[in-house]
């Protein structure tokens, strides 16, 4: 297989159960396009639109709730995390307008997009707020 594939570990785990739940989700989705970019073509074509269809979704779901449970922890780096889920939001959105164009949509750049933003943000990014949310999570 020429690419990597993606799959959930524990160490991706930010400890509360809905994120989690959703970072799975996110990983699930891009593990079937990735298998879907190696078989190529009109396979890849079609799982381009939807993975494009469902990672809006995802943005709006999970963004939301994440953000909402780092406001609460008053987590203080809560700017700059959101800057970079609006980063994550633009480059779904430049994605879309690509395949809406025809301009030269390339499903195995947006693949690896979404894996290096799972590497990067959810292993690194999410991390970081374990502390202020496990407080949270104990005050109840
Ligand atoms: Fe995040």
């Known amino acids: 297989m020429p690419d990597a594939q993606i799959e959930w570990?524990?160490?991706f785990s930010v400890g509360n159960d809905q994120i989690d739940d959703?970072?799975?989700?996110?990983?699930?989705?891009?593990?079937?396009?990735?298998?879907?970019?190696?078989?190529?073509?009109v396979v890849?074509?079609?799982a381009f639109l939807t993975t494009i269809q469902k990672a809006v979704h995802y943005v709006k779901t999970h963004f939301a709730a994440e953000e909402a449970v780092m406001k609460k922890a008053g987590y203080p780096e809560f700017e700059i995390h959101?800057?970079?889920?609006?980063?994550?939001?633009?480059?779904v959105v430049r994605q879309a307008k690509m395949f809406e164009r025809e301009?030269?949509?390339n499903p195995g750049e947006f693949s690896r997009y979404l894996m290096n933003w799972i590497v990067?943000?959810?292993?690194?990014?999410?991390?970081?707020?374990?502390?202020y949310i496990a407080r949270l999570d104990s005050a109840r």
């Open 103 to 105: 301009d030269n949509p």
């Open 9 to 11: 570990r524990e160490d």
């Open 22 to 41: 959703q970072h799975k989700e996110l990983i699930r989705i891009t593990g079937e396009f990735i298998s879907h970019c190696q078989i190529g073509g």
């Open 120 to 131: 990067e943000h959810i292993a690194d990014s999410d991390k970081k707020y374990i502390p």
């Open 44 to 46: 890849a074509k079609v």
């Open 82 to 91: 959101k800057r970079q889920h609006e980063e994550f939001v633009n480059e």
